[in-house]
């Protein structure tokens, strides 16, 4: 145990304590100062920190973290008097990664706050690292949607996950799956979009031989081979209504039979759902059920937009170029870099991996350019400032970004637009 050698030094059954416990904490007391740092803090963390500040060891600050932006949970026990947790991003000798700290004060007799316990808890499925497998990123959006994974993920509550298409709904997902106690088990993918009865019930429940035409042998369904593990239900807005009470039953009995079959078989599995849809206004609409929605609801995740966190777009980019060509030191240029950040990103992180997959393409060396590439090109264009457009002209375009953002959905968009599909055709022309 490493301990400062000092006469005010903390007491000796304290000290025994923090060295037995299995994650890594360090105590510190209320000038910011790092008094202990047990063996498993050591062991993940490494470093000379005995009497430095804890803001220079995790952030390299010369100053408090919440004077520099950052949500320090200090401040939350000092105003409590009671745990505080917050996910920060922290240089590691693997450099910068995300870890959930969570701060315990510790009171003398007087009800005096004399030391804080902050217990370090690494979370690797996501990273500031370009290259790093996982998701990336480091804006607040990012970090929230990071600190709700890490709450939710070891318990078996339902998971929402909501956002629009090609935000990295199934990388959320398997964040999930991979910081549950379910974590050695099957991810299982459920595509719920384009589903049939038929086809609903034999992928998710499976079928015995001989239960319909071309039933040659018995097939294991995705609910059975995701048992111990997680299921994930993607684009779950899309699944018509007269399926969706089939979900629910499963859910509320935890039971199911294969297709043609007569044993009842039970359900073993984490529930994870995703859709880029507004549930909610499906509910009110009658195109959703109103119990299955409160039943999978329970702790909704919102994945933020690119242009919600227009601040890792320089690390995006560089993951996804490092994806795309290893090995390459591929870069954009200066110009590009600027467009870049200026632009809204309907197809959000898929979009941006098609645009640098263009560019790269078109690149005769390492240095990519946006300059040629005539899709992105109408996409940025900005409007023309103090000029009058004629109407029909800005409605056809507002129709079209709205149609990019719903991933090229024209029955949703006429829905939402309050108009028939046959008006939206007609303005599509």
């Given at each position: 145990m490493d301990?400062?050698?000092?006469?005010?030094a903390?007491?000796s059954e304290l000290?025994?304590?923090?060295?037995?416990?299995?994650e890594?904490?360090?105590?510190?007391?209320p000038?910011?100062?790092?008094?202990?740092?047990?063996?498993?803090?050591?062991?993940?963390?490494?470093?000379?920190?005995?009497?430095?500040?804890?803001?220079?060891?995790?952030?390299h600050?010369?100053?408090?973290?919440?004077?520099?932006?950052?949500?320090c949970?200090?401040?939350?026990?000092?105003k409590?008097?009671?745990a505080?947790?917050?996910?920060?991003?922290?240089?590691?000798?693997?450099?910068?990664?995300?870890?959930?700290?969570?701060?315990?004060?510790?009171?003398?007799?007087?009800?005096?706050?004399v030391?804080?316990?902050?217990?370090?808890?690494n979370?690797?499925?996501?990273?500031?690292?370009?290259?790093a497998?996982?998701?990336v990123?480091?804006?607040?959006?990012?970090?929230?949607m990071?600190?709700?994974?890490?709450?939710?993920a070891?318990?078996?509550?339902p998971?929402?996950l909501?956002?629009?298409?090609?935000?990295?709904?199934?990388l959320?997902?398997?964040?999930?799956?991979?910081?549950?106690?379910?974590?050695?088990?099957?991810?299982?993918?459920v595509?719920?979009?384009?589903?049939?009865?038929?086809l609903f019930?034999s992928?998710?429940?499976?079928?015995?031989?001989?239960?319909f035409?071309?039933?040659?042998?018995?097939?294991t369904?995705?609910?059975?081979?995701?048992?111990?593990?997680?299921?994930?239900?993607?684009?779950?807005?899309?699944?018509?209504?007269?399926?969706?009470v089939?979900?629910?039953?499963?859910?509320?009995?935890?039971a199911y039979?294969?297709v043609?079959?007569?044993?009842?078989?039970?359900?073993?599995?984490?529930?994870v759902?995703?859709t880029?849809?507004?549930?909610?206004?499906m509910?009110?609409?009658?195109k959703?059920?109103?119990?299955l929605?409160?039943?999978?609801s329970t702790?909704?995740?919102?994945?933020?937009?690119?242009r919600e966190?227009r601040?890792?777009?320089?690390?995006?980019?560089?993951?996804?170029?490092?994806?795309?060509?290893?090995g390459?030191p591929?870069?954009?240029?200066?110009?590009?870099?600027?467009?870049?950040?200026?632009?809204?990103?309907?197809?959000?992180?898929?979009?941006?991996?098609?645009?640098?997959?263009r560019?790269?393409?078109?690149?005769?060396g390492?240095?990519?350019?946006?300059a040629?590439?005539?899709?992105?090109?109408?996409?940025?264009?900005?409007?023309?400032?103090?000029?009058?457009?004629p109407?029909e002209?800005?409605?056809?375009r507002y129709?079209?970004?709205?149609?990019?953002q719903?991933?090229?959905?024209?029955?949703?968009?006429?829905?939402?637009?309050?108009?028939?599909?046959?008006t939206?055709y007609?303005?599509?022309?």
């Amino acid at each position: 145990m490493d301990t400062p050698d000092t006469a005010s030094a903390p007491p000796s059954e304290l000290l025994a304590l923090l060295e037995s416990l299995p994650e890594p904490r360090i105590l510190v007391n209320p000038d910011y100062r790092i008094l202990s740092a047990n063996a498993a803090y050591r062991h993940t963390f490494g470093g000379d920190i005995i009497g430095r500040t804890c803001y220079e060891i995790s952030h390299h600050y010369d100053q408090p973290c919440d004077r520099c932006g950052e949500s320090c949970p200090r401040q939350t026990a000092m105003k409590t008097r009671r745990a505080s947790r917050v996910m920060h991003l922290h240089h590691t000798p693997r450099g910068q990664e995300y870890v959930d700290v969570e701060l315990v004060p510790i009171h003398d007799a007087d009800g005096n706050i004399v030391y804080f316990v902050e217990t370090m808890r690494n979370l690797r499925e996501a990273s500031r690292q370009p290259g790093a497998l996982g998701m990336v990123g480091r804006s607040p959006a990012f970090t929230r949607m990071l600190d709700l994974i890490n709450r939710v993920a070891p318990a078996m509550t339902p998971v929402l996950l909501l956002g629009e298409s090609g935000v990295g709904k199934e990388l959320a997902a398997q964040a999930v799956h991979a910081h549950s106690a379910r974590r050695e088990q099957p991810f299982v993918p459920v595509d719920c979009s384009g589903m049939t009865e038929s086809l609903f019930e034999s992928e998710l429940f499976g079928y015995e031989k001989g239960a319909f035409t071309g039933a040659g042998r018995r097939k294991t369904g995705l609910v059975e081979a995701a048992v111990g593990g997680t299921l994930f239900l993607d684009e779950l807005g899309d699944i018509p209504l007269h399926l969706q009470v089939k979900l629910l039953r499963l859910l509320e009995t935890g039971a199911y039979r294969r297709v043609g079959g007569i044993e009842i078989l039970r359900a073993d599995f984490r529930l994870v759902c995703a859709t880029h849809r507004d549930l909610a206004e499906m509910v009110e609409s009658g195109k959703f059920r109103r119990d299955l929605y409160y039943r999978l609801s329970t702790f909704p995740i919102h994945l933020p937009a690119l242009r919600e966190r227009r601040e890792d777009l320089p690390l995006l980019v560089e993951h996804l170029l490092a994806r795309l060509a290893p090995g390459r030191p591929l870069r954009l240029d200066a110009e590009s870099r600027d467009r870049l950040l200026e632009y809204d990103f309907p197809g959000n992180i898929r979009e941006l991996r098609n645009l640098l997959e263009r560019a790269m393409l078109m690149a005769d060396g390492d240095v990519l350019s946006l300059a040629g590439d005539q899709e992105f090109a109408r996409a940025a264009e900005p409007p023309m400032r103090g000029a009058i457009l004629p109407l029909e002209e800005e409605e056809r375009r507002y129709v079209r970004q709205a149609l990019a953002q719903l991933d090229g959905d024209r029955k949703e968009l006429a829905r939402r637009l309050g108009i028939s599909e046959r008006t939206l055709y007609r303005k599509l022309a």
